[in-house]
Every structure is written in structure tokens, then in C-alpha cells.
């Protein structure tokens, strides 16, 4: 937990400063109240008593209480000031964490998990930065002030208090021993709410197509009940808390009040003023006492929920990028779009066996390599070693003749127009996700030109051009208001509006008709000549035209060369066109 607040920055710490500074003003005032009152009911009690005499400590205790309200509403700004900023912050290391992760961090945490450790964990830390900094300075220096004020009264009533603060603090010590380890659950339980209701909302056509809804409710449901009984046990220990707190304070002033009876019939007449005047002081800084200790309590049951959220925070924070930029940023080259991959081996991390073993090619600026296997070859794999959403085990992979572990990321990202397997778009216009990540500065005009370009390329300009706002209609969160194909065309005219010197496309044609699968290669051979292109394709028609194919079976390679060759000499590209084409279409060809 103490970990957590290395985040706060100077301004912060001064602004706890300050209010530590209000925090002791207010005790201050608050336990000169009773002293007041005390002059007060003498001066009430003493026969020839000036009313100007308590007129005057009734204003000196009405100065207090003002004093003691400015001093809260201080201590709140302030504190709220410390706990938003600081809730912001966190937020903010999250998401810019999250974002640095390559895809093995990623795995690690769920979506689900994720989310919750932005929202509510971060949430908990705030709550108890905001209350926590008030109660655990105030409570103490309340308590012991209030203490030295009354040690030396009576011991009846010393005695009186000491009972109801043990009372106090055994039975909320038994709340904290059966609440506290629920904290966890709780936060667990949230995460696997929010994963249930994620997957819900993302598969709301699967569901209702297969009509699982009841299904899908009752998996709900047994999410939420877990949840709410866990929420129900530990919030009916804490509502204990109330009840009993009134009824020791209350309890503790019947034992003064009767104690003080007592101790007023027993004193001789002369003193009896005084007693009673010290029974209604006492009374006030008892109360105080209680009060201090419910603070102190109250920051034992926060302080393990907030550090619970604390340590999954952390756990983020924590967590080292596998994936390190390169030490040179401006890495220059004489080639641009060159690719070679050198004895690469690659294994997903805690696996046993290889995905790839020993794969080595090399494309030069502006040819084609088409990548083609059966399912599970490890063909979106290869491709996703390139960009570095993972690193690979043992070989290299060069791009224009440096190893891509020595570019930063940005760079390295620049130099790739990357379309993946499963299209994805953005909530925003047609416009924004075809510029999306692009660092141009063209002029208004310019870039409008050069949307419109890359959509005309990737076939997407016939159906943009049917939409009222046309490039400016907008996109629902995940492309929701799209089909499967026009998703992958925008997703295609993203990577070609962005020039990159390597095209890389897994599995982007799929959604694809095989005429406009066509159309949309013609034209982006035509306008990228000069890019490097790799295509990971299922397709025999798609592929055939490239400069070379490469064939995976079982993470190797099996066969390299072009269209005929292979079917020559490749067993497995034979069989995988032969599932597609007939001998005749093949003979034709």
C-alpha cells in the first residue's frame, strides 16, 4: 500500500501538509469547546454571575465552532484535491502501462480484470485517500489530546471509558477478522461480473441467434448472486458498526451521568459545583475519545480493501514489457521495404514445443510474399513477430538490414501498414479510422484526397459513396454497423492511407467476394509498387500472383517458390489447391 504513493507528486504532499496543518487546528478547537462549557455551567451555577461573563465564553465558544467548520470544509478540499489527483494519475499509469504491454503482459490479465483494476480498485484507493488522510491523522492526536485533558478527573469515570473503548474495539476487531478476507472475493468476483457481462454484450448476436439467452442469464445470475452474498455478508457486518457505536456511547453517558450522581451526592456542598461542571467536560472529551477510536477503526476496515486494490494496481505497474524499444531512435538504412528472417524459432512463453522452427527468407524492397498453411501452421504468428507483438526465441528478423529489437516501437510501427486477422474499427466517422495513427501534414484538402484514394483501393469507396455522410458517416464502437467485408476494406484502406514501406495483411481478404478480392489486389499492386508485401492468406487465387509463397506445415517450412513451382514440388500446397480448385482449373491455370 505504501507503495502507491510514490505517484503523488510535490503539490500533492504540500497540499497534505496543509491540511494536516487545518486537521490539528480543528482538533484544537474542538476540544476547547468542552472547556468553555465548562466555564460556562460554573458561571450558570455561582450565584452574583455577570451575564456579560458568559456571554462572553459563550462567544468564545461559538468563535471555536465556526473556526472548527472552516477547518473541515478546508481539510475536505484538500483532501479530495489529493485523492482525485492522485486517482487520476493512476488511471492514467494504468492505461499508459496497459498500452506498453506487448501480447504476452496481456494474456497475463484479463480484459475483464483490466477494466475493473481502472475503474473500482482505483476508485477504493481514492475513497481512502480521501477519508483515510483526515481520520489517520486526526484520530490519534484526537485521542491522546482528549485523554491528557481528562486522566487526572476521576478514575470512575477513567475506569467508565476505558470499559466502552474495549467493548468498542473487540467488537469491531471481530467485524475486521470475518470482513477483511472477503475484500479480495469482492474484487475478484467483480472482475468475473464484468468479464460475464462483457462477453454478453459482445455476443449479443451469437446469443440471441442460438437463442442462449437463458443460458446466458443464468451464467449471469450465478456471477451476480456470488457477488451480492459477498457484498451482502461483508455490509451487514459493517451496519453492526453503527447500532453498536450508539449504543456504547450512549451507554458511557449513563455510566458518567450516574457516576457523577454519585459523586455529587458524596461531595461536600462546596465542591459539588465543581464536580458537575467536570461531568459535563468529561462527558464531551469521553465522546471525543469514542469517536477517535471509531476513526482509527474505521481506517483498519478501509485500509485492507484499499490495499487489496493497491497490490492488483501494482501488479500492473509492475510488470515489465518483454518487449524493450531499441536504443536508437533515428536508425537510417539505404533500402527501404527489405525483410529477412534468419533462423527464426519462436515458442509462446510456458509452452513446451516450438510454434515456428527454423524459418529463414528474404524479400526485397517491392516484392510480394504470400504465406499459406492449414490452420494452425503458425502463419499469423510469423507475421506477428515482425511488428514485435512478440519477440522471437532464437534467430532474428531484420528490416532493411537492422534487427528490429534495435528500432524503437514507433519507428518500428511506422515502417508497417499492419491489417489483422479479425478486422477493427473505432467508434468515430470513416474519416478517423482510415486516418487513425497516421502522422501526416497535409492540408485539409490533401487529406481528404488521400481517404478518398485509399478507399477507391481497397474497393470501399462504392458503399462509403451510398452513405449519407459518406467518409464523414459514423462508426459505431467495433464497426457494429458494418458487415464483415466493409470492416476489412476500411481496416485495408487504413494501412495503405498511412505509405508504410511494408504491407502486412494476415488473413485480411477472408471477408473478401472473390471479385472484389481481385479488383481490390490489382489496385493495390498498381499504386504499391515498390512496398513489400506479405499476405497470409487461406485462398489459392489470392496468393498465386505473389513473387513468393511460402508454405508452413506444423511451424516449418515445407515448400518456397512460386505458384507452379510449388505445385510441382510441393506436396501440401498441391493438396491445400486441390481442395480449393479442381485439376482442370489447376491444369487451366
Known amino acids: 500500500m505504501v507503495r502507491i504513493f510514490k505517484y503523488l507528486k510535490i503539490k500533492e504532499w504540500l497540499a497534505i501538509l496543509i491540511s494536516i496543518v487545518f486537521i490539528v487546528a480543528q482538533v484544537w478547537l474542538d476540544l476547547k469547546l468542552p472547556e468553555y462549557m465548562q466555564e460556562i455551567t460554573t458561571l450558570v451555577e455561582t450565584e452574583g454571575s455577570a451575564m456579560q461573563d458568559i456571554l462572553i465564553q459563550g462567544g468564545y465558544m461559538l468563535l471555536c465552532a465556526i473556526g472548527s467548520v472552516i477547518a473541515a470544509v478546508a481539510i475536505g478540499f484538500l483532501s479530495s484535491f489529493v485523492a482525485a489527483t492522485m486517482a487520476m494519475r493512476l488511471r492514467k499509469e494504468v492505461f499508459n502501462k496497459t498500452i506498453s504491454f506487448s501480447m504476452e503482459e496481456i494474456n497475463n490479465f484479463s480484459t475483464a480484470s483490466l477494466i475493473t483494476r481502472s475503474t473500482n480498485d482505483i476508485t477504493q484507493i481514492q475513497m481512502f485517500i480521501g477519508m483515510g488522510l483526515q481520520f489517520i491523522v486526526r484520530a490519534p492526536i484526537m485521542a491522546v489530546w482528549a485523554i491528557i485533558k481528562i486522566y487526572n478527573k476521576s478514575w470512575e469515570w477513567t475506569l467508565s471509558t476505558a470499559i466502552g473503548v474495549v467493548i468498542l474495539v473487540s467488537m469491531l476487531s471481530v467485524i475486521i477478522i470475518f470482513a477483511v478476507p472477503k475484500f479480495k472475493i469482492i474484487q475478484n468476483l467483480t472482475d468475473s461480473l464484468n468479464r ?18 437463458d443460458y446466458q442469464e443464468n451464467k449471469f445470475d450465478s456471477a451476480n448472486i456470488k457477488l451480492t452474498k459477498t457484498n451482502l455478508f461483508t455490509n451487514r457486518l459493517m451496519a453492526i458498526i453503527q447500532p453498536t457505536m450508539t449504543i456504547i456511547a450512549s451507554g458511557l453517558s449513563v455510566a458518567i451521568y450516574w457516576i457523577g450522581a454519585i459523586l455529587i451526592n458524596n461531595a461536600s456542598f462546596s465542591n459539588r459545583i465543581q464536580v458537575f461542571s467536570d461531568m459535563i467536560v468529561f462527558s464531551s472529551y469521553a465522546m471525543q475519545v469514542i469517536m477517535s477510536f471509531m476513526m482509527l477503526t474505521m481506517i483498519f476496515i478501509m485500509l485492507p480493501r484499499a490495499s487489496v486494490s493497491a497490490k492488483r494496481i501494482m501488479a500492473v505497474l509492475d510488470t515489465k514489457p518483454r518487449i524493450i524499444d531499441g536504443k536508437n531512435n533515428d536508425l537510417v538504412s539505404d533500402s527501404s521495404g527489405d525483410v529477412e528472417f534468419r533462423n527464426v524459432f519462436f515458442a509462446y512463453p510456458d509452452a513446451v514445443e516450438n510454434v515456428l522452427e527454423n524459418i529463414s527468407f528474404t524479400l526485397h524492397q517491392g516484392e510480394s510474399l504470400a504465406i499459406i498453411g492449414a490452420t494452425g501452421s503458425g502463419k499469423s504468428t510469423l507475421v506477428n513477430l515482425l511488428p514485435r507483438f512478440y519477440d522471437v526465441s532464437q534467430g532474428e528478423i531484420l528490416i532493411d538490414g537492422i534487427n528490429v529489437k534495435e528500432y524503437s516501437q514507433e ?8 491489417v489483422s486477422q479479425k478486422a477493427i474499427l473505432f467508434s468515430g466517422t470513416i474519416a478517423s479510422n482510415v486516418t487513425y495513427g497516421s502522422k501526416t501534414d497535409s492540408s485539409a484538402e490533401q487529406e481528404k484526397e488521400d481517404i478518398l484514394q485509399a478507399l477507391k483501393i481497397a474497393q470501399a469507396e462504392d458503399f462509403v459513396h451510398q452513405l449519407p455522410k459518406q467518409e464523414l458517416a459514423q462508426v459505431a464502437q467495433g464497426g457494429s454497423n458494418f458487415s464483415g467485408g466493409q470492416k476489412q476494406r476500411i481496416s485495408i484502406a487504413r494501412a495503405i492511407y498511412k505509405k508504410p514501406e511494408i504491407y502486412v495483411f494476415d ?42 509463397i511460402l508454405v508452413l506445415d506444423e511451424g516449418k517450412i515445407v515448400g518456397y517458390g512460386k505458384h507452379q513451382d510449388l505445385l510441382t514440388n510441393c506436396e501440401v500446397y498441391r493438396e491445400i489447391a486441390l481442395s480449393q480448385l479442381t485439376q482442370e482449373e489447376l491444369n487451366h491455370e
Not at 521 to 542: D, N, P
Open 196 to 213: 460475464v457481462t462483457r462477453e454478453n454484450l459482445s455476443g449479443l448476436r451469437v446469443i440471441r441467434a442460438y437463442n442462449a439467452e
Open 411 to 418: 519507428n518500428l510501427h511506422q515502417k508497417i501498414g499492419y
Open 507 to 548: 488473413d485480411s481478404f477472408s471477408a473478401l467476394d472473390y471479385k472484389t478480392d481481385k479488383l481490390l489486389r490489382e489496385a493495390l499492386r498498381k499504386y504499391s509498387q515498390g512496398v513489400t508485401s506479405i499476405i497470409v492468406a487461406q485462398r489459392i487465387g489470392t496468393i498465386k500472383d505473389a513473387d513468393h
